[in-house]
């Protein structure tokens, strides 16, 4: 699978390096996916420059229709339901 051009590894040397993106902080994002005969629980926490970066990891990771169902904050909220299940 080829990486996504933001995921390359040249183009996050020059995302880091560019100044107006100089500080990484802690994103974290649940995802429910219920179908009829199955629910799908996805933890996912990733040092991100922003959300549009930790969209696309997502994006790279589940696939597009699963990051679609994503919600996304800045930080871990340790009371989250979904995280608790998954972390602990």
Not at 14 to 36: E, G
Not at 59 to 79: E, H, K, Q, W, Y
């Amino acid at each position: 699978m080829d990486l996504l051009p933001a995921l390359d590894p040249q183009n996050m040397a020059k995302v880091a390096m560019s100044p107006q993106r100089h500080r990484r902080c802690l994103f974290s994002s649940t995802i429910v996916d219920l179908k009829r005969d199955a629910t799908l629980r996805v933890f996912h926490a990733t040092i991100a420059y922003d959300a549009a970066m930790m969209q696309t990891i997502l994006v790279a990771r589940c696939g597009p229709r699963l990051a679609s169902l994503a919600c996304t904050m800045n930080g871990f909220d340790p009371s989250d339901p979904i995280a608790i299940a998954m972390v602990n």
